[in-house]
């Protein structure tokens, strides 16, 4: 029960709030109560002439309820522990791919299709932070999405072939390479390391494509013909329906592959990348 003294102010201990009846700058103030003392330092005073415990800390804050979980609970709880990367598309249950790029061990990455789709992961890469550093025999195709970039100057940079400097990545500054070289990319000067990861491009299955494949950890296939797609199906003892599937794949289409799993991706572009690089494609 509350109890309401003759000034107005409520007796169960609470403050009240600045203006009203009672309290400090409402009706009945008398200076004291609004949280000056005889010393003219701030801090409400008790009804016994003694400052409250919470004197110097401010008012007292709104009262939530606490939140809490039984135990039964805990087991719904979770959080997205390996997640992060790039989005590079949406799965066959519409969720989204996430490619993580930035790893602290060596990361090799083999593209067999376009250049829409590997400049899509460039911009992407670099949006997180990352610098990208592409190695090509075409600079021109990277021009527009360079000057869209600042020149160069923001996370993009272009090299000829065999011409890419050491990038000096660290977990503050990963780097994306990305080996544009055609179908028989020579062996690159910088390679893949802790921090910088190596994504190659290669248009068609080429002779260096085995080697290539064998030594990466992700592989990522879009449109080939049916010849290529029993070779590659050998090389990575993908199913019947698979090595079926791919010589139909769409424009914008992915099958990702690792050792343990694979994945269908379609790669949507943002309004800005349709802007930049035009709609997913498979041929350049």
Known sequence: MTVTTTGGAAASGEPEPYGGPG???????????????????????????????????????PRHARHSVSADQLAALALPIGDDGVVIGVGAEGRPAVLGINRPTPYDVVLIGGLWTAQVLALRTAATGARVAVETGRPQAWEQMVHAMGGGQNGLAVYEVGRVPPQGASA???????????????????????????LTLLPYLSPVAPRLVRQARLVGVQRISPDESAELGRALALPGRDVEALPTLADGFTLWCTDRDRQYVMTQPTDAETGLLGNPRRMD
């Open 23 to 61: 309290g400090p700058g409402g009706p009945g103030d008398s200076g004291r109560s609004a949280g000056f003392g005889r010393s003219g330092r701030f801090g409400r005073l008790g009804r016994s002439g003694r400052r409250s415990p919470r004197s110097g800390f401010g008012l007292i804050g």
């Open 172 to 198: 503050g500054t990963p780097v994306l390479v990305v080996r544009d070289c055609g179908m028989r990319p020579p062996r690159g000067r910088v390679t893949s390391g802790p921090w910088q990861s190596v």
